[in-house]
């Protein structure tokens, strides 16, 4: 991990921009960031009283190994439990779907994927599904979306290090940017609110309504346990603290969800390296697209 951080002579905000919570969603922030620091006339151009901040690669394992998780197959925006919260329990359907999210065997390209999905969605409902799949589990330790056992290392480091970076500001604007969720091509910027916060009005007025996107249980935002956004609020109760994950779309939830799965049985239960190849091949295509051309073509 990585930490930028570009002073200012009398601080009393700061911005934060995060990559690579998700690992392999790591490539477009980076790239931002990098695109920050290439072009040094962004940053001196801010206010003189605003302090910059840039995070890259928040999981640096699940990074360099093209993996959505950590080294300990943890899903760093599930793991970041309030200090009154425990590390168990998962959505009461979790069990329902756990064999077919995490079948105990080598992944398959012949396999009939879609055909599976497709009567689990008539069977309980896409949104029933969708709540079910992405809140976050706890029991299933080399199951999908698993939020661990305990506080990562990650969040450790943010723990010990966060304050020290913001310093003595009042107010905090972190963008924390993520890929694989929405219309390809375009971006939301999600809030765990509600509309009737001040946060929400605030952070529309800046960036627009039509932008900013609260959870819910339909939309592209969703409900979760373990958020950054939460706990960097909770850490820091004397800043005014808007954290917005800025969610870039790429493929159908359908096809990620299936090169996440086929990803995570070769890594658990693989039994070649032409497997680890292809499913690794598949999970960066869906998170880091190679080309809008690609995408017509495909």
């Not at 477009?28 to 920050?36: D, K, M, N």
């Not at 969708?130 to 661990?148: A, C, E, I, W």
């Amino acid at each position: 991990m990585d930490v930028a951080i570009a002073s200012a002579p009398k601080p009393q905000r700061t911005v934060i921009t995060s990559s690579g919570l998700h690992g392999v969603e790591g490539f477009l922030g980076s790239a931002i960031q990098l695109a920050l620091l290439e072009q040094q006339q962004i940053i001196d151009s801010r206010s003189p009283d605003t302090r910059v901040l840039l995070i890259h690669a928040l999981n640096p394992y699940g990074f360099a190994w093209l993996r959505r998780w950590n080294e300990g197959n943890v899903d760093l925006n599930r793991n970041f439990l309030l200090p009154e919260e425990e590390f168990t329990g998962s959505p009461k359907n979790y069990p329902k779907f756990n064999a077919f999210l995490n079948p105990t065997s080598p992944p398959s390209k012949f396999e009939p994927y879609i055909l599976q999905a497709i009567w689990l969605i008539l069977k309980y409902g896409m949104t029933s599904l969708r709540n079910t799949l992405l809140v976050g589990q706890y029991d299933f330790s080399k199951g999908l979306f698993f939020g661990g056992n305990a506080p990562s290392k990650t969040q450790k480091i943010l723990a010990e290090n966060l304050s020290k970076w913001i310093g003595n500001t009042s107010e905090v604007l972190h963008l924390d940017f993520h890929t694989g969720l929405g219309k390809w091509g375009t971006y939301r910027l999600l809030m765990d609110a509600s509309a009737q916060t001040k946060s929400y009005t605030r952070l529309t007025e800046r960036f627009g309504a039509d932008t900013v996107d609260i959870s819910s249980t339909e939309g592209v935002s969703y409900q979760i346990r373990g958020g950054l956004e939460t706990w960097c609020q909770n850490l820091l109760p004397e800043c005014r603290y808007d954290l917005l994950t800025a969610e870039f779309g790429t493929y159908p939830a359908i096809r990620v969800l299936q090169a996440l799965r086929a990803e995570n049985r070769a890594h658990h239960w693989g039994n070649s390296q032409r497997n680890y190849d292809w499913t690794k091949n598949q999970l960066v295509e869906c998170f880091a697209p190679t080309s809008y051309r690609t995408h017509l073509v495909s």
